[in-house]
């Protein structure tokens, strides 16, 4: 199939891109963001090309999968068809709802689209309507068992961590830094420890790594720290899992699905989170151990060949 897709979250679409198809991704002269084009910090196939909106008119494309709202008046207007109506469309929601998680109605929920959630908490939570609903988990390409737990520090990835807020669980930081020392990478993390009023020997930050040296790096640590608060269900605590590190998670929307307990800490108490990072940093063998249980749990149930197999599926199903 000819896909056509955003570049919007970069490492889900590094995991749909390794499929057997053609994914046409917009790109813009500014690369702004509805055309951010090809990734730069991950090595994706020769089968991803870059289009401009000008060149989307005249290209066969089998079916649309939409991300934002305003795809779709994009996708007409760069297609000159309407997805959904003059050729297949699904719609895939990366995100929890906002606002009053319980109540909240879909943008998409009138729009005649498939709507794909990648977490059952977040099929759950959306008010979808009379759209068809479809469930595709995550899966990842397998970085390998590289926890080594050389650096007895807490490793966290957290994109945007001071304008988030209590999204990610930053305000928990400075307490989880008293139980372990804290290394936090992602984009936009520079001068996060100075605003906590942590001293570097307690917070360091490491600003947007690429993926390959993001992975060797957070392995080095003894364990990794989620602390969303609310999340879809964030990539970056599956790849630690696939990495086997042992993760000390705060147990909220999709977590508590998603890490056994024998994979170290899930708790919706920081005095628990703490005390496991504590134990972690003193017992490297124990944190061996739980590493090999996330390990084992992730590569169960968020493996690429699964969630590219899914996929298949549901975009046959949208082209029937």
Same mark, same amino acid.
């Given at each position: 199939?000819?896909?056509?897709? *955003?570049?919007?979250?970069?490492?889900?679409?590094?995991?749909?891109?390794?499929?057997?198809?053609?994914?046409?991704? !917009?790109?813009?002269?500014?690369?702004?963001?509805?055309?951010?084009?090809?990734?730069?910090?991950?090595?994706? !196939?020769?089968?991803?090309?870059?289009?401009?909106?000008?060149?989307?008119?005249?290209?066969?494309?089998?079916?649309?999968?939409?991300?934002?709202?305003?795809?779709?008046?994009?996708?007409?207007? *760069?297609?000159?068809?309407?997805? &959904?109506?003059?050729?297949?469309?699904?719609?895939?929601?990366?995100?929890?709802?906002?606002?009053?998680? @319980?109540?909240?109605?879909?943008?998409?929920?009138?729009? &005649?689209?498939?709507?794909?959630?990648?977490?059952?908490?977040?099929?759950?939570?959306?008010?979808?309507?009379?759209?068809?609903?479809?469930?595709?988990?995550?899966?990842?390409?397998?970085?390998?068992?590289?926890?080594? &737990?050389?650096?007895?520090?807490?490793?966290?990835?957290?994109?945007?961590?001071?304008?988030?807020?209590?999204?990610?669980?930053?305000?928990?930081?400075?307490?989880?830094?008293?139980?372990?020392?804290?290394?936090?990478?992602?984009?936009?993390?520079?001068?996060?420890?100075?605003?906590?009023?942590?001293?570097?020997?307690?917070?360091?930050?490491?600003?947007?790594?690429?993926?390959?040296?993001?992975?060797?790096?957070?392995?080095?640590?003894?364990?990794?720290?989620?602390?969303?608060? *609310?999340?879809?269900?964030?990539?970056?605590?599956?790849?630690?899992?696939?990495?086997?590190?042992?993760?000390?998670?705060?147990?909220?929307?999709?977590? !508590?699905?998603?890490?056994?307990?024998?994979?170290?800490?899930?708790?919706?108490?920081?005095?628990?989170?703490?005390? @496991?990072?504590?134990?972690?940093?003193?017992?490297?063998?124990?944190?061996? @151990? @739980?590493?090999?249980?996330?390990?084992?749990?992730?590569?169960?149930?968020?493996?690429?060949?699964?969630?590219?197999?899914?996929?298949?599926?549901?975009?046959?199903?949208?082209?029937?």
């Amino acid at each position: 199939m000819r896909i056509l897709i *955003w570049h919007l979250h970069g490492s889900w679409l590094n995991s749909f891109v390794q499929g057997p198809h053609e994914y046409l991704v !917009p790109v813009t002269p500014d690369r702004g963001p509805f055309g951010l084009g090809r990734a730069r910090t991950w090595d994706w !196939p020769a089968s991803v090309q870059e289009a401009a909106p000008a060149e989307l008119a005249g290209e066969p494309v089998d079916v649309v999968v939409l991300q934002r709202p305003g795809e779709l008046d994009l996708a007409t207007a *760069w297609l000159g068809r309407v997805p &959904g109506r003059d050729l297949p469309a699904v719609y895939l929601e990366h995100n929890a709802p906002p606002g009053t998680a @319980a109540g909240s109605r879909h943008p998409m929920a009138g729009a &005649g689209l498939p709507i794909v959630h990648v977490t059952h908490f977040n099929a759950l939570y959306w008010d979808c309507g009379r759209a068809p609903v479809m469930l595709v988990e995550h899966g990842i390409p397998d970085p390998g068992a590289r926890w080594t &737990g050389e650096i007895p520090r807490a490793a966290a990835v957290i994109n945007d961590p001071l304008p988030r807020w209590r999204t990610t669980g930053t305000d928990l930081l400075p307490g989880l830094a008293a139980a372990a020392p804290l290394d936090v990478f992602g984009m936009r993390v520079t001068g996060l420890c100075r605003a906590l009023g942590l001293p570097p020997g307690r917070c360091r930050e490491h600003e947007n790594l690429p993926q390959h040296l993001l992975h060797g790096e957070i392995a080095r640590r003894r364990v990794y720290l989620h602390p969303y608060r *609310w999340t879809s269900l964030g990539l970056s605590l599956i790849e630690a899992m696939h990495l086997a590190m042992p993760v000390v998670v705060l147990a909220a929307t999709e977590a !508590p699905l998603a890490v056994p307990p024998g994979a170290g800490a899930i708790s919706t108490s920081p005095v628990e989170l703490a005390a @496991a990072l504590r134990r972690f940093l003193r017992d490297p063998r124990a944190a061996r @151990a @739980a590493g090999a249980a996330a390990r084992e749990a992730a590569c169960a149930r968020y493996s690429l060949k699964r969630f590219l197999s899914d996929w298949d599926e549901v975009l046959r199903e949208a082209c029937q």
